[in-house]
C-alpha cells in the first residue's frame, strides 16, 4: 500500500491558522493557501471547536465550524468505537506521554491512512515517525 498524499491535520495547525497572534501563523496561512488533500477527524474539530469557545467566544468558535465546512479539500473522518479502542492502545504504549484521546486517534489514523506528514505542531504527534511540517527548516 502506497503513503497517502492527504497530510493529516491536527487542531494546532487549524488554531495556527485562524489566530494570527499565534507563532506559527504564517506557516500554516501559506500552506492552508495552496492546501493538498487533508484530512482530520471529528475529534479534531471537536477539540478546534472548544478551545475557540474557550479562549474568544461562541463567534470565534463558530467561525471556527464555519471555515471546516468551506476548506476543500478537506477529509473529515468519522471516529467511531474502533478506532477509540486503537487510540486507547496507543495510549498505553506510550504511557509516559500526556496524549490526549485526540492525539492518540491521530496517531492511529496516520499510521492506518500510511501519511507521509502531519500538520501541527505538537510534538506528541510524531510519536510514530511521521514528521511534522513544523520542523521542516
Known sequence: MAASREAY????????FMDASDSH??????????PPPLCTTSLVIAEGHGWFLRRFDLRRAL???AMIEVLSPLRVITVGSQEIMAATAIMRRFSDQELTLAD???LHVMRVQR?????STDHHLRLTGVPLVSDAP
Open 9 to 16: 491535520v491536527d487542531t494546532s495547525a487549524f488554531i495556527a
Open 25 to 34: 501563523h504564517p506557516l500554516f496561512a501559506r500552506l492552508f493557501a495552496n
Open 63 to 65: 467561525g471556527f465550524l
Open 104 to 106: 492518540a486517534v491521530g
Open 115 to 119: 501519511s507521509r506528514i502531519c500538520w
